[in-house]
């Protein structure tokens, strides 16, 4: 493939002698400018809201590390969706004062719920650790059945050793 060789344009030197296209341009450039500001970016730090900051262990010890992270609102409905680090940390601001609660789940079985309570002066406090272990109901299913087939299997292993009584 042949390489292409640019092209010179010309470029138009705007003067003083061409004071109107001058003006229409900068107005252009004034109506555009705004929307084009929109696709910028800035952050600010927020010196009234105070972050929670949890952290969230296994029983052994061990962090719930990327752990998804729910921040329930006085409702229920989900104010905050965030994953906790490698050591099972997460920061969430809850704002307006009022009872939330904070909802760490695996989704292996391990779900942890922290009731969280903001006063109006930004206070926070929480609750007692609350630590829960729900099961799959399959699973448990699975282990009934489990149960009930060693149990039976061991039933008729003692029946069949016991000697028969006249």
């Keep these: 493939m042949a390489a292409r060789t640019p092209v010179p344009v010309p470029l138009r030197v705007l003067s003083a002698a061409a004071p109107l296209p001058a003006l229409g341009l900068a107005l252009?450039?004034?109506?555009?400018?705004?929307?084009?500001?929109?696709?910028?970016?800035?952050?600010?730090?927020l010196p009234?809201?105070?972050?929670?900051?949890?952290?969230?262990?296994?029983?052994?010890?061990?962090?719930?590390?990327?752990?998804?992270?729910?921040?329930?609102?006085?409702?229920?409905g989900v104010a905050q969706r965030l994953q906790t680090d490698a050591l099972g940390r997460a920061c969430v601001l809850a704002d307006p004062p009022g009872p939330w609660r904070a909802?760490?789940?695996?989704?292996?079985?391990?779900?942890?719920?922290?009731?969280?309570?903001?006063?109006?002066?930004?206070?926070?406090?929480?609750?007692?650790?609350?630590?829960?272990?729900?099961?799959?109901?399959?699973?448990?299913?699975?282990?009934?059945?489990?149960s009930l087939v060693a149990n039976a299997w061991l039933w008729w292993r003692q029946r069949r050793a016991a000697p028969a009584t006249p």
Excluded: I, K
Excluded at 28 to 45: I, N, Q, T
Excluded at 50 to 74: K, S
């Design 103 to 146: 909802v760490a789940d695996d989704g292996l079985g391990h779900r942890v719920e922290l009731p969280l309570s903001v006063s109006p002066e930004g206070v926070v406090g929480t609750g007692a650790t609350a630590r829960a272990v729900s099961l799959p109901p399959r699973l448990l299913l699975g282990l009934l059945l489990a």
């Design 48 to 76: 009234a809201a105070a972050p929670v900051c949890l952290q969230f262990r296994y029983g052994v010890g061990e962090p719930m590390a990327q752990t998804e992270l729910l921040l329930l609102d006085a409702s229920g």
């Design 28 to 45: 252009g450039l004034a109506l555009v400018a705004p929307p084009l500001a929109a696709h910028g970016a800035s952050g600010e730090r």
